[in-house]
């Protein structure tokens, strides 16, 4: 390592850890020391943000500190796993301090609130790329999977769905919104809540989990297809905000909170015996949690509208490679 590089992760990244964080070595050496409590299980996870791929390349830098944690944090609360560690892989076209100075205080301002430790990474030069990898603590045996939904259980959705696909429309200049509206929903694109506290309260009483990332159709589909089950939503349930439900109505486009993504909310299944310990935990949760359908045997996702007739939404996700 060099002693630009050095000064660079000194600088910015290099933060006191707390003695009973579980970090045995932070960052400095060739690998961090974590202790794993005895009865938890280590959840990993780790996501990589492109410009011009996760966020649009004029994205200010402390919003994609934010986004960059965040998304990882969402993998977590779906995993129904309490984030403790993080590490980062940095590549940057040049030395930008205004820049560096914005991604770091985007990025530990989340990571303070949810008391995650940053532990190691890397510093390299390229094209902006960023790769935050998570580890979370979850009690043997209740992590949330996606494989355990089954027939008769509810299908429930946290916080509404759309936005960020709205707010990306609006970057893009194929729709117009009123400033105030605006501002709004670039918040839900550029800084997602991550769903921890919902995920944490859901232990033991969800059958099954996802972050919607790439948006419910295709997120819950990947719920579907582990757990070999089908489902059918009531697309009128859908919790909507003021301007995607206008959208939807004017146009019809049911596209736009089905698939559009980046919504980072939690799609989760209940069994019928679990709804009474749901509804004790539901201010808990720190979000709305809205029922949207249900998990049936027949494979398949079917979407229902109000007037009974069907709709097909787009649930290929995003494809790197498409
Ligand atoms: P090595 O050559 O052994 O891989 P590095 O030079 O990559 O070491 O990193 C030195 C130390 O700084 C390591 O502890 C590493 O985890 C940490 N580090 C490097 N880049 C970052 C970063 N962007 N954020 C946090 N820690 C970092
Ligand atoms: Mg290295």
Redesign the pocket.
């Known amino acids: ?1 060099s002693s630009a ?2 000064k ?2 000194e600088r ?3 933060r006191p850890v707390h003695a009973q964080q579980g970090v045995v070595l ?7 020391l974590l202790n794993v409590p005895a009865g938890m299980e280590l959840a990993v996870s780790v996501d990589t943000l492109l410009a011009g791929v996760h966020f649009p390349e004029n994205t200010q830098a402390a919003d994609i500190g934010h986004k960059a944690l965040a998304v990882n944090l969402s993998d977590m609360a779906a995993m129904g796993a309490e984030p403790r560690w993080a ?4 590549t940057l076209p040049k030395i930008d301090t205004a820049w560096l100075e914005g991604f770091s205080a985007g990025f530990f301002a989340l990571a303070e609130r949810y008391k995650v430790t ?6 390299t030069r390229g094209p902006l790329s960023i790769t935050v990898q998570m580890h979370g603590l979850v009690p043997v045996g209740l992590a949330l999977r996606r494989a355990s939904a089954r027939p008769g259980d509810l299908i429930y959705v946290t916080g509404e769905l759309g936005d960020a696909g709205l707010a990306l429309r609006a970057l893009q200049g194929t729709l117009d919104l009123p400033a105030e509206h605006k501002a709004q929903l670039l918040e839900r694109l550029n800084r997602p809540e991550p769903r921890i506290a919902a995920g944490l309260a859901l232990r033991g009483i969800a059958s099954a989990a996802i972050d919607i990332s790439d948006g419910l159709a295709a997120d819950l589909g990947h719920i579907l297809s582990a757990s070999k089950v089908g489902a059918t939503l009531h697309l009128e349930r859908l919790p909507l905000s003021a301007d995607v439900s206008s959208f939807v109505i004017k146009g019809g486009d049911w596209n736009l909170p089905l698939s559009a993504g980046d919504d980072y909310e939690l799609c989760f299944t209940v069994p019928a015996r679990n709804e009474i310990k749901l509804r004790a935990v539901l201010d808990r949760l720190m979000c709305t949690c809205t029922p949207i359908g249900m998990i049936e045997e027949a494979p398949g996702l079917r979407c229902e509208l109000a007037d009974g007739k069907s709709f097909t939404p787009d649930s290929a996700g995003y494809d790197h490679f498409a």
């Open positions: 390592m590089e050095f660079l992760i910015y990244f290099a932070g960052i400095g050496d060739d690998a961090a590490t980062l892989a940095l940053l532990i190691g990474g890397d510093t």
